[in-house]
Nanobody, 120 residues
Framework: QVRLVDSGGGLVQAGGSLRLSCAASGNIFSINTMGWYRQAPGNERELVAT???????TYADSVKSRFTVSRDNAKNTVSLQMNSLKPEDTAVYYC??????????????WGQGTQVTVSS
C-alpha cells in the first residue's frame, strides 16, 4: 500500500512564507512526477507546481518567481517553498505523485491536503 502525507500549512500574513512538505511511503518501486495542487472554496483544483524525477519543474503563472518546488528522491519527499504569499493563495494544498508500486502498477496518489490561509 502506498501513502502520501502532506504537512506544513497554516495561517500567515500577506508577504510571509510557508514551506509545505510531503512524504511518500509504502510499497514504492519508483516515483515519477511529483507536484502540488490547490483548491480554494468554490473553485476547481488547480496545478501549482510539478517536478520530474530528473528535476525539471513547471509552475502556474500565478506562482512563478514566488514558489519553489523541490524533491529528495532518496527520501521520497517533495516540498513547496512559498514566499511573498498573497491572500489569493489561500486554499487547501494537495501533494500528488505518480508512483509505480512493487507490483509494477502505476497510479496517481494524493495527499490528504493541508490548509494554507493568507491574511491581508
Amino acid at each position: 500500500q502506498v501513502r502520501l502525507v502532506d504537512s506544513g500549512g497554516g495561517l500567515v500574513q500577506a508577504g510571509g512564507s510557508l514551506r509545505l512538505s510531503c512524504a511518500a511511503s509504502g510499497n514504492i518501486f519508483s516515483i515519477n512526477t511529483m507536484g502540488w495542487y490547490r483548491q480554494a472554496p468554490g473553485n476547481e483544483r488547480e496545478l501549482v507546481a510539478t517536478i520530474s524525477k530528473g528535476g525539471s519543474t513547471t509552475y502556474a503563472d500565478s506562482v512563478k518567481s514566488r514558489f519553489t518546488v523541490s524533491r529528495d528522491n532518496a527520501k521520497n519527499t517533495v516540498s513547496l517553498q512559498m514566499n511573498s504569499l498573497k491572500p489569493e493563495d489561500t486554499a487547501v494544498y494537495y501533494c500528488s505523485a505518480r508512483i509505480l508500486d512493487t507490483s509494477l502498477r502505476s497510479y496517481n496518489y494524493w495527499g490528504q491536503g493541508t490548509q494554507v490561509t493568507v491574511s491581508s
